[in-house]
């Protein structure tokens, strides 16, 4: 069984920045994709930002130019960490942050990170 696990979230000041960390480990398989997706207050739950064990990376555009996603890969791509940086942090950024990774075709979910963006 595949875990997920980030951490990172919290209060932030409008324009300030912050950097989520998502854990992946225990799977039998390679991990494909690891994403990044976030769910607002009344909202669903939508695209942040993926990238491949290859590198490819696609962003939403609400996070082009201002958030940025890496990734740690093990070298059997079992264990990867995949980050989030966002800078330049909105008010519409306050959500509850998952973060989701492929393995063999199946998707795995984590719990989530919130983070609020105030005053």
């Known amino acids: 069984q595949v875990q997920v696990v980030e951490s990172g979230g919290g209060l932030v000041q409008p324009g300030g920045s912050l950097r989520l960390s998502c854990a992946a480990s225990?799977?039998?398989?390679?991990?494909?994709?690891m994403g990044w997706y976030r769910q607002a207050p009344g909202k669903q739950r939508e695209l942040v930002a993926t990238?491949?064990?290859?590198?490819?990376?696609?962003?939403?555009?609400p996070a082009k130019g201002r958030f940025t996603i890496d990734r740690d890969s093990a070298r059997d791509n079992r264990n990867d960490t995949a980050c989030l940086r966002m800078d330049a942090l909105e008010r519409e950024g306050t959500a509850v942050y998952y973060c989701?990774?492929?393995?063999?075709?199946?998707?795995?979910w984590g719990q989530g990170t919130r983070v609020t963006v105030s005053s």
């Open positions: 989701e990774v492929t393995v063999w075709g199946y998707d795995y």
């Open positions: 225990g799977g039998v398989g390679s991990i494909y994709i």
């Open positions: 990238i491949t064990a290859g590198g490819s990376i696609t962003y939403a555009d």
